[in-house]
């Protein structure tokens, strides 16, 4: 039996109102060959920021990049202390630009990122909640001047969004089918922090990436939500199992990719298929052939909230320097090699 029919025994359509956690073990994440030359990656608070990791390590293979609720590249530096009081308040200031931009430079020039000219060519779009008590305003600003400073062209390829009235969050105009009690206040958030604040960012931020696309059509989206094993990407701080939005005529390949990583306290395990199912992602990406990646982090004493390493805790017991942050960062690896996975043509070329 094909990998891919092997998943399809470990999926649901997403008119089904079971949930995907209580179906079959999680099969293998298939090889779907997808196209190399249209990904994104976009992501939400810590996912914002692992987001940013990966666009900065792996320039050359993403088109686009979309963050949501997160503060400038390498903030933490790998301090948890720095990760708390000025990437997220700004209680010891804010992060010096100069200091990350030095931070950069040394990975360049020991290989750790990628080629400044495949970074300077990305679009790149970056919303905030102008009322975010979690990350503070001030650093979604941050992280777009950063990205500036190293744009091609900056006015061209780079969008900057603030929402006065929202808070911290993933923004979303609901559709008529998202349960109350998947959506959280537009200023206040918590809760899954899915913000009803009448905004689809998700289609904001897909337009800006890849240009022109199909809206959505009504009722659900036309595709299969599946979970696949995450073991064979084993990385510290890694859920069992991630979840993949596979459009219905996806199965044959070519179709485009997104990679949409969760924030703190939004995985699976605490807030059941709440992103993965009502992000908004999945409508758009019925609409237009692309593929959806949410892959899943879970919660650990080092990492009670569930959150994408950006501050170096999966690095930190053998790295004094953590590493999180680039190419040789533990999460980024298992991340990029499930990209490489779906991207791999079925037969395996």
Same mark, same amino acid.
């Given at each position: 039996?094909?990998?891919?029919?092997?998943?399809?025994?470990?999926?649901?359509?997403?008119?089904?109102?079971?949930?995907?956690?209580?179906?079959?073990?999680?099969?293998?994440?298939?090889?779907?060959?997808?196209?190399?030359?249209?990904?994104?990656?976009?992501?939400?608070?810590?996912?914002?920021?692992?987001?940013?990791?990966?666009?900065?390590?792996?320039?050359?293979?993403?088109?686009?990049?979309?963050?949501?609720?997160?503060?400038?590249?390498?903030?933490?530096?790998?301090?948890?202390?720095?990760?708390?009081?000025?990437?997220?308040?700004?209680?010891?200031?804010?992060?010096?630009?100069?200091?990350?931009?030095?931070?950069?430079?040394?990975?360049?020039?020991?290989?750790?990122?990628?080629?400044?000219?495949?970074?300077?060519?990305?679009?790149?779009?970056?919303?905030?909640?102008?009322?975010?008590?979690?990350?503070?305003?001030?650093?979604?600003?941050?992280?777009?001047?950063?990205?500036?400073?190293?744009?091609?062209?900056?006015?061209?390829?780079?969008?900057?969004?603030?929402?006065?009235?929202?808070?911290?969050?993933?923004?979303?105009?609901?559709?008529?089918? !998202?349960? %109350?009690?998947?959506?959280?206040? /537009?200023?206040?958030?918590? =809760?899954?922090?899915?913000?009803?604040?009448? @905004? #689809?960012?998700?289609?904001?931020?897909?337009?800006?990436?890849?240009?022109?696309?199909?809206?959505?059509?009504?009722?659900?989206?036309?595709?299969?939500?599946?979970?696949?094993?995450?073991?064979?990407?084993?990385?510290?701080?890694?859920?069992?199992?991630?979840?993949?939005?596979?459009?219905?005529?996806?199965?044959?390949?070519?179709?485009?990719?997104?990679?949409?990583?969760?924030?703190?306290?939004?995985?699976?395990?605490?807030?059941?298929?709440?992103?993965?199912?009502?992000?908004?992602?999945?409508?758009?990406?019925?609409?237009?052939?692309?593929?959806?990646?949410?892959?899943?982090?879970? !919660?650990? %004493?080092?990492?009670?909230?569930? /959150?994408?390493?950006?501050? =170096?805790?999966?690095?930190?017991?053998?790295? @004094? #320097?953590?590493?999180?942050?680039?190419?040789?960062?533990?999460?980024?690896?298992?991340?990029?090699?499930?990209?490489?996975?779906?991207?791999?043509?079925?037969?395996?070329?």
């Amino acid at each position: 039996m094909s990998a891919l029919r092997h998943l399809a025994a470990a999926c649901l359509c997403l008119g089904l109102a079971a949930p995907l956690a209580a179906q079959e073990p999680p099969a293998e994440l298939p090889s779907l060959g997808a196209d190399r030359d249209e990904v994104s990656v976009l992501g939400v608070s810590s996912g914002g920021y692992m987001a940013t990791q990966l666009a900065v390590a792996w320039p050359e293979r993403f088109a686009g990049l979309g963050v949501a609720a997160a503060g400038p590249w390498a903030c933490a530096r790998g301090s948890l202390g720095l990760a708390l009081g000025q990437c997220m308040t700004t209680r010891r200031g804010m992060p010096d630009p100069a200091e990350l931009q030095d931070r950069y430079r040394g990975y360049r020039r020991r290989g750790l990122v990628g080629d400044p000219a495949a970074l300077a060519e990305l679009r790149v779009f970056v919303w905030h909640g102008a009322s975010d008590e979690t990350v503070v305003p001030s650093l979604g600003h941050a992280l777009a001047e950063q990205f500036r400073d190293w744009l091609a062209s900056p006015d061209d390829q780079l969008r900057f969004m603030e929402s006065e009235e929202a808070g911290h969050g993933w923004p979303l105009a609901a559709p008529s089918g !998202t349960p %109350l009690d998947a959506l959280a206040d /537009c200023r206040a958030g918590g =809760g899954t922090h899915l913000l009803a604040c009448n @905004l #689809d960012i998700a289609g904001e931020m897909l337009g800006w990436l890849h240009g022109d696309l199909a809206p959505p059509e009504p009722g659900e989206p036309r595709g299969e939500l599946v979970r696949f094993d995450q073991s064979d990407f084993d990385a510290r701080g890694l859920g069992d199992a991630g979840y993949l939005f596979i459009p219905a005529d996806c199965e044959e390949g070519g179709c485009e990719l997104t990679v949409a990583l969760h924030g703190c306290t939004m995985d699976v395990e605490q807030i059941d298929e709440a992103f993965v199912r009502h992000s908004g992602l999945n409508e758009w990406a019925a609409a237009n052939r692309r593929l959806v990646l949410y892959p899943q982090a879970e !919660t650990s %004493l080092p990492n009670p909230q569930g /959150c994408w390493d950006w501050w =170096g805790f999966a690095e930190s017991t053998w790295q @004094l #320097d953590p590493l999180h942050d680039s190419r040789q960062g533990s999460q980024t690896g298992a991340l990029m090699a499930m990209i490489e996975r779906l991207q791999q043509a079925p037969d395996g070329s």
